[in-house]
Structure formats: C-alpha cells, structure tokens
C-alpha cells in the first residue's frame, strides 16, 4: 500500500460515516440540537465538507465544488459563500438547514474531487508546502491528514447527535 491507496481509504471511512450519520433523517432531524449552543448534523456535515473543499482546491488550485457546482445556490444559506463554519455563532450553526439529499450530494461531489487528486498524486509530492503561515510550514501531507483528522471527529460528532436524536425521538 501506498500513500495514495491509505489516503483513498481514509477519504473513503470519512464517506462512510457521512451516509452512515445522514442516510434516512429528515430535515428536522438533521436541524436537531440537543441544546441551543450545540451543533447539529446539518451543520456539522456541512462544516466538514466545506472545510474539505476549501482545503483541497486550495491544494489543487481550482474553485471550490461548493461554488463552481452551484452548491452555495442550491443550499441558499444565509453566509458569505466562501464561509466555511470556523468561529460560527450559535445563530449561525442554527441557519445551516438541508436536506439528506443536498447535504450528500455536495458531501459525494466534494469526495469525488478529493479521491481523484489523492489517487493521482505521487509520494514526491506530498512534501510540497501548501501552507507557509505556520511554523513549520505546512505540506500537502500534513494538510490533508489534517484535513482527515477534522472530518473524522466531525462525523463522529454528527453520529453521537444522530444517536441523541433517535433515542429521543424514538
């Protein structure tokens, strides 16, 4: 196994976890929060994947799915288009409302974008600076592992609402 074939595999679990946390709820279910500061599904699949976008075209320098897909218009929410969640309010988290459909068909397109590039890139590559703010600088490895870690958590989050959610609401 190589690089890219783990990276592929990684992206692929964070996929999984996504269906698994989404699949079957409404969008009430998706909207719930088990207190007004907590985030729910709806937005915290959103903020994963926006992050994922914004990372990843940043990587392979191209416009954002969210944007070049129409995503940002077919959501219709209430942010600056290039918002991706960092820092939201509790009234912000509340705004971000979809439905499975939409919430998997952006998270798919945005997975279909990054399993691409990482089966395409070469182990020299991976040392390449991404991101020059830090000390050190960032590379493309540590920014995607970086970018699995966040996604991996977030789902983990989306997946202990849903079971809150169901328990409650039998």
């Known amino acids: 196994m190589n690089s890219a074939d783990l990276l592929v595999d990684a992206f692929g679990r964070v996929r999984e976890g996504v269906h698994a946390a989404v699949e079957g709820l409404d969008a009430a279910a998706l909207a719930y929060r088990p207190e007004e500061g907590a985030n729910s599904i709806a937005w915290l699949v959103w903020h994963l994947t926006r992050v994922q976008d914004d990372h990843l075209s940043e990587i392979i320098g191209a416009e954002q799915v969210w944007t070049s897909e129409g995503w940002a218009e077919r959501f219709g929410l209430p942010l600056d288009p290039y918002d991706t969640g ?16 939409a919430l998997l068909g952006y998270y798919d397109a945005v997975h279909a ?4 590039f990482v089966r395409s890139v070469k ?9 020059e703010n830090w000390d050190p600088p960032v590379t ?5 592992v970086s970018v699995i870690e966040d996604d991996l958590q977030h789902v983990g989050q989306a997946a202990y609402i849903r079971g809150i959610y169901e328990r409650a609401h039998g």
């Not at 960092?86 to 459909?101: F, L, P």
């Not at 974008?113 to 691409?116: C, D, H, L, Q, S």
């Not at 493309?140 to 995607?144: E, G, K, S």
Request: glycine letters at 6%.
């Open 140 to 144: 493309m490895a540590v920014r995607l």
């Open 113 to 116: 974008r990054t399993e691409e």
């Open 123 to 131: 182990e020299s590559e991976l040392t390449r600076i991404v991101d």
């Open 86 to 101: 960092y820092g939201h309010a509790a009234g912000q988290v509340a705004s971000v409302e979809a439905e499975a459909e």
